[in-house]
Protein backbone atom coordinates (compact mmCIF):
# COMPACT_ATOMS: atom_id res chain seq x y z
CA UNK A 1 0.00 0.00 0.00
CA UNK A 2 1.10 3.70 -0.82
CA UNK A 3 2.38 5.02 2.31
CA UNK A 4 0.62 8.48 2.95
CA UNK A 5 3.36 11.21 2.87
CA UNK A 6 1.16 13.73 4.87
CA UNK A 7 0.97 11.92 8.03
CA UNK A 8 3.02 13.58 9.59
CA UNK A 9 1.94 17.58 10.40
CA UNK A 10 5.62 18.93 11.24
CA UNK A 11 6.76 21.44 8.25
CA UNK A 12 9.91 22.71 7.29
CA UNK A 13 9.99 25.72 5.04
CA UNK A 14 13.15 26.89 3.72
CA UNK A 15 13.33 30.13 2.02
CA UNK A 16 15.18 31.54 -0.60
CA UNK A 17 16.97 35.45 0.73
CA UNK A 18 17.51 37.62 -2.99
CA UNK A 19 14.38 38.56 -4.86
CA UNK A 20 12.29 36.33 -2.13
CA UNK A 21 12.34 38.10 1.29
CA UNK A 22 14.48 40.78 0.50
CA UNK A 23 15.51 43.39 -2.26
CA UNK A 24 19.45 43.15 -1.99
CA UNK A 25 19.98 46.81 -3.72
CA UNK A 26 23.18 46.56 -5.46
CA UNK A 27 25.79 46.19 -2.43
CA UNK A 28 26.18 43.01 -2.98
CA UNK A 29 27.02 42.77 -6.79
CA UNK A 30 29.49 45.83 -5.22
CA UNK A 31 31.21 43.43 -3.09
CA UNK A 32 31.67 41.04 -5.51
CA UNK A 33 33.05 43.10 -7.93
CA UNK A 34 35.67 44.44 -5.11
CA UNK A 35 36.34 40.71 -4.47
CA UNK A 36 37.62 39.79 -7.58
CA UNK A 37 39.32 43.45 -8.72
CA UNK A 38 41.28 42.76 -5.61
CA UNK A 39 42.03 39.04 -6.45
CA UNK A 40 42.57 39.47 -10.61
CA UNK A 41 42.41 43.07 -11.17
CA UNK A 42 39.39 42.51 -14.02
CA UNK A 43 36.02 44.16 -13.68
CA UNK A 44 33.68 41.14 -14.18
CA UNK A 45 29.70 41.87 -15.58
CA UNK A 46 28.04 40.91 -12.44
CA UNK A 47 24.29 40.89 -14.09
CA UNK A 48 20.83 38.80 -12.78
CA UNK A 49 21.33 35.66 -15.66
CA UNK A 50 24.81 35.24 -14.03
CA UNK A 51 23.92 35.34 -10.65
CA UNK A 52 20.07 34.35 -9.83
CA UNK A 53 19.25 31.09 -8.15
CA UNK A 54 23.34 30.50 -7.91
CA UNK A 55 25.94 29.77 -4.69
CA UNK A 56 28.02 33.15 -4.42
CA UNK A 57 30.85 30.69 -4.56
CA UNK A 58 29.41 29.56 -8.15
CA UNK A 59 28.73 32.79 -8.90
CA UNK A 60 32.50 33.89 -8.68
CA UNK A 61 33.43 30.74 -10.08
CA UNK A 62 31.27 31.31 -13.40
CA UNK A 63 32.46 34.97 -13.69
CA UNK A 64 36.24 34.24 -13.19
CA UNK A 65 36.18 31.18 -15.74
CA UNK A 66 34.19 33.38 -18.30
CA UNK A 67 37.27 35.81 -17.69
CA UNK A 68 39.42 33.10 -18.36
CA UNK A 69 40.66 32.53 -15.04
CA UNK A 70 42.67 28.84 -14.91
CA UNK A 71 40.14 26.81 -12.77
CA UNK A 72 43.16 25.84 -10.33
CA UNK A 73 44.18 29.08 -9.83
CA UNK A 74 39.64 29.84 -9.01
CA UNK A 75 40.09 26.96 -6.55
CA UNK A 76 43.22 27.71 -4.69
CA UNK A 77 41.93 31.10 -4.28
CA UNK A 78 38.47 30.53 -3.25
CA UNK A 79 39.50 30.53 0.26
CA UNK A 80 41.13 34.13 0.27
CA UNK A 81 37.88 35.47 -2.37
CA UNK A 82 35.29 34.31 0.11
CA UNK A 83 37.11 36.21 3.25
CA UNK A 84 37.21 39.28 1.39
CA UNK A 85 33.65 39.08 -0.29
CA UNK A 86 32.53 38.94 3.81
CA UNK A 87 34.70 42.09 4.47
CA UNK A 88 33.63 43.74 1.49
CA UNK A 89 29.79 43.12 1.82
CA UNK A 90 29.49 44.54 5.51
CA UNK A 91 31.11 47.82 3.88
CA UNK A 92 28.43 47.68 0.66
CA UNK A 93 25.65 46.70 2.13
CA UNK A 94 22.71 49.01 2.32
CA UNK A 95 25.15 51.92 1.97
CA UNK A 96 22.66 54.06 -0.23
CA UNK A 97 19.80 52.11 2.12
CA UNK A 98 18.53 50.40 -1.49
CA UNK A 99 18.12 47.22 -0.07
CA UNK A 100 14.39 46.84 1.20
CA UNK A 101 12.12 43.82 2.39
CA UNK A 102 9.32 42.99 0.35
CA UNK A 103 5.83 43.50 1.61
CA UNK A 104 4.21 40.62 3.76
CA UNK A 105 7.33 39.31 4.66
CA UNK A 106 7.18 40.28 8.17
CA UNK A 107 4.16 39.46 8.65
CA UNK A 108 4.08 36.12 7.04
CA UNK A 109 6.96 34.97 9.35
CA UNK A 110 5.76 36.46 12.22
CA UNK A 111 1.90 34.55 11.55
CA UNK A 112 4.57 31.52 10.52
CA UNK A 113 6.82 31.83 13.59
CA UNK A 114 4.04 31.23 15.70
CA UNK A 115 2.04 28.32 14.25
CA UNK A 116 2.57 24.71 15.72
CA UNK A 117 4.72 22.14 14.06
CA UNK A 118 6.41 24.82 11.36
CA UNK A 119 9.78 24.91 11.16
CA UNK A 120 11.53 28.11 9.29
CA UNK A 121 14.71 27.61 7.72
CA UNK A 122 17.29 29.56 5.04
CA UNK A 123 17.81 27.78 1.92
CA UNK A 124 20.15 30.27 0.13
CA UNK A 125 23.16 30.62 -1.96
CA UNK A 126 24.63 33.43 0.06
CA UNK A 127 27.72 32.31 2.38
CA UNK A 128 26.49 32.30 5.70
CA UNK A 129 27.50 35.56 7.58
CA UNK A 130 26.77 36.93 4.31
CA UNK A 131 23.12 35.82 4.78
CA UNK A 132 23.13 37.29 8.28
CA UNK A 133 24.47 40.65 7.04
CA UNK A 134 21.77 40.74 4.57
CA UNK A 135 18.91 39.87 6.93
CA UNK A 136 20.05 42.22 9.65
CA UNK A 137 19.05 45.83 8.93
CA UNK A 138 15.49 44.44 8.66
CA UNK A 139 15.70 41.99 11.66
CA UNK A 140 15.25 39.20 10.45
CA UNK A 141 17.56 36.39 11.51
CA UNK A 142 15.64 36.05 14.66
CA UNK A 143 13.29 33.63 12.47
CA UNK A 144 15.85 31.20 11.14
CA UNK A 145 17.84 29.18 13.63
CA UNK A 146 19.18 27.95 11.01
CA UNK A 147 19.68 27.04 7.46
CA UNK A 148 21.71 25.63 3.97
CA UNK A 149 23.60 28.30 2.55
CA UNK A 150 26.61 28.73 -0.29
CA UNK A 151 29.00 28.13 2.26
CA UNK A 152 28.46 24.61 2.83
CA UNK A 153 27.60 23.80 -0.89
CA UNK A 154 28.15 25.01 -4.30
CA UNK A 155 24.99 23.71 -5.94
CA UNK A 156 21.59 24.42 -4.47
CA UNK A 157 20.35 20.93 -5.38
CA UNK A 158 23.48 19.87 -2.57
CA UNK A 159 22.15 22.69 -0.31
CA UNK A 160 18.65 20.72 0.41
CA UNK A 161 20.26 17.60 1.69
CA UNK A 162 22.07 19.53 3.77
CA UNK A 163 19.71 21.53 5.65
CA UNK A 164 17.69 18.70 5.96
CA UNK A 165 20.02 16.45 7.87
CA UNK A 166 20.90 20.07 9.81
CA UNK A 167 17.13 20.74 10.81
CA UNK A 168 17.05 16.72 11.98
CA UNK A 169 20.40 17.45 14.03
CA UNK A 170 18.58 20.36 15.76
CA UNK A 171 14.79 19.22 15.74
CA UNK A 172 15.43 15.88 15.88
CA UNK A 173 12.78 15.32 13.25
CA UNK A 174 13.22 14.07 9.89
CA UNK A 175 11.17 15.86 7.31
CA UNK A 176 10.23 14.33 3.72
CA UNK A 177 8.23 14.88 0.78
CA UNK A 178 5.70 17.93 0.43
CA UNK A 179 6.15 18.18 4.46
CA UNK A 180 9.64 19.86 2.75
CA UNK A 181 8.38 23.60 1.25
CA UNK A 182 11.12 25.42 -0.88
CA UNK A 183 10.17 29.03 -1.14
CA UNK A 184 11.96 31.26 -3.50
CA UNK A 185 11.92 33.16 -7.43
CA UNK A 186 14.21 31.47 -9.33
CA UNK A 187 13.94 28.44 -11.52
CA UNK A 188 16.57 26.46 -9.11
CA UNK A 189 14.49 27.16 -6.21
CA UNK A 190 11.94 25.55 -8.13
CA UNK A 191 13.91 22.46 -9.35
CA UNK A 192 16.01 21.83 -6.15
CA UNK A 193 13.96 20.47 -4.13
CA UNK A 194 12.40 17.69 -6.67
CA UNK A 195 14.83 14.80 -6.03
CA UNK A 196 13.31 14.77 -2.20
CA UNK A 197 10.03 15.62 -2.91
CA UNK A 198 9.24 18.95 -1.86
CA UNK A 199 6.89 21.28 -2.53
CA UNK A 200 7.75 24.34 -4.42
CA UNK A 201 6.28 27.72 -3.77
CA UNK A 202 7.24 30.27 -6.88
CA UNK A 203 7.53 33.81 -5.62
CA UNK A 204 8.13 35.38 -9.31
CA UNK A 205 8.16 39.47 -9.20
CA UNK A 206 9.93 39.97 -12.46
CA UNK A 207 6.93 39.62 -15.29
CA UNK A 208 10.04 38.73 -17.71
CA UNK A 209 10.93 35.31 -15.64
CA UNK A 210 7.54 34.18 -14.84
CA UNK A 211 7.10 32.19 -18.17
CA UNK A 212 10.73 29.89 -17.79
CA UNK A 213 9.09 29.44 -13.74
CA UNK A 214 6.02 28.69 -15.16
CA UNK A 215 7.91 25.69 -17.14
CA UNK A 216 10.00 24.81 -14.10
CA UNK A 217 5.91 23.43 -12.79
CA UNK A 218 6.19 24.93 -9.07
CA UNK A 219 3.32 23.70 -7.12
CA UNK A 220 2.57 27.26 -5.97
CA UNK A 221 3.33 30.28 -7.96
CA UNK A 222 2.25 33.80 -6.33
CA UNK A 223 3.57 37.12 -7.46
CA UNK A 224 5.06 38.14 -3.50
CA UNK A 225 3.72 37.56 0.10
CA UNK A 226 1.01 40.16 0.17
CA UNK A 227 -2.05 37.46 0.40
CA UNK A 228 -0.31 36.34 3.89
CA UNK A 229 -3.38 33.60 4.22
CA UNK A 230 -3.51 32.49 0.61
CA UNK A 231 0.32 31.70 1.59
CA UNK A 232 -0.12 29.70 4.59
CA UNK A 233 -3.13 27.69 2.92
CA UNK A 234 -0.63 26.40 0.20
CA UNK A 235 1.76 25.76 2.76
CA UNK A 236 -0.51 23.90 4.85
CA UNK A 237 -2.07 21.55 1.82
MG1 LIG B 1 16.70 34.34 -5.11
Redesign the pocket.
Known sequence: MKKNINNNKKKLILF?????LIYPGNGAKNALKKTIYKNFGINPKVTYNNT??KTDRWIMRDILKEAGIDQKIIKDKMEDITADYLIFIKEEYNKDNDAKVYPGVHELLEKLNEMENIYLGLLTGNIEQGARVKLAPFDLNKYFMFGAFGSDGIYREELVDIALKKAEKLYGISFFGKNIIII???VN?VTCGRKVGAKSIAIARHPEFIEKIKEAEPDFLFNGFEDTSKLIEAILL
Open positions: DIDGTAGGDTD
